[in-house]
Nanobody, 123 residues
């Protein structure tokens, strides 16, 4: 059973930064970050392939967020800069067993999920 443990969420003012971490057990997987605001669906934020050589972002966070990974530590990161109140949500780390070249960008493409970490951005 794969375990994903997120950390790094919190309260920050608009324009500030946070770095989320997700420690994974088991093999090296394609990794993604999603977020879910109250009353809304869980949306894709960013993803990274196994080697870390390819990254993908939703348009809303491009240029502000950076996903990266350290395979030696089996950990994926989400550096979030220039945060906006609209970024307030629970952020979830996810792992995909896919062997396809294309990295999944929907929840259906992921097999394992973390418990989520709250990010709150005040105006």
């Amino acid at each position: 059973q794969v375990q994903l443990v997120e950390s790094g969420g919190g309260l920050v003012q608009a324009g500030g930064s946070l770095r989320l971490s997700c420690a994974a057990s088991g093999r090296t997987y394609v990794m993604g970050w999603f977020r879910q605001a109250p009353g809304k669906e869980r949306d894709f934020v960013a993803a990274i392939n196994r080697s870390g050589g390819s990254t993908y972002y939703t348009d809303f966070v491009k240029g502000r967020f950076t996903i990266s990974r350290d395979n030696a530590k089996n950990t994926v990161y989400l550096q979030m800069n220039s945060l906006k109140p609209e970024d307030t949500a629970v952020y979830y780390c996810a792992a995909s067993r896919t062997l396809a070249a294309a990295v999944p960008t929907t929840t259906r493409g992921y097999d394992y999920w973390g418990q989520g970490t709250q990010v709150t951005v005040s105006s």
